[in-house]
């Protein structure tokens, strides 16, 4: 059975950083897509990075250039380094595995299992 685990959210001050860690149960991180997705109060589930299977990456608009996303296949590990973070970072984050790699992955939909989430908050 496929499992995901994410962990690393917290409470820190706008302008601080948090590192968050989804480890996955076999060789999850080296043959799927992975990425990280976050939800906030009231709002729909948006897709935040991902990492495909041949190493490429992408970011939403509002977290590029402070966003980081990574893997660590002997580990079968991915992570997500957050810097300079916002309020409107605030959100449960969740990291999810797409088996097909041909795909929208900026759709939830697509993806296949889910990690329960891990809270990030940021305070001003």
């Known amino acids: 059975q496929v499992q995901l685990v994410e962990s690393g959210g917290g409470l820190v001050q706008a302008g601080g950083s948090l590192r968050l860690s989804c480890a996955a149960s076999?060789?999850?991180?080296?043959?799927?897509?992975v990425a990280w997705f976050r939800q906030a109060p009231g709002l729909e589930r948006e897709f935040v990075a991902v990492i495909k299977v041949w190493e490429s990456t992408d970011y939403a608009d509002s977290v590029k250039g402070r966003f980081t996303i990574s893997r660590d296949s002997a580990k079968n590990t991915v992570c997500l380094q957050m810097n300079s973070l916002k309020p409107e970072d605030t959100a449960v984050y969740y990291c999810a595995a797409s088996e097909y790699v041909y795909v929208n992955y900026k759709d939830e939909g697509v993806y296949d299992y889910w990690g329960q989430g891990t809270q990030v908050t940021v305070s001003s």
């Open positions: 076999g060789r999850i991180v080296s043959n799927h897509n």
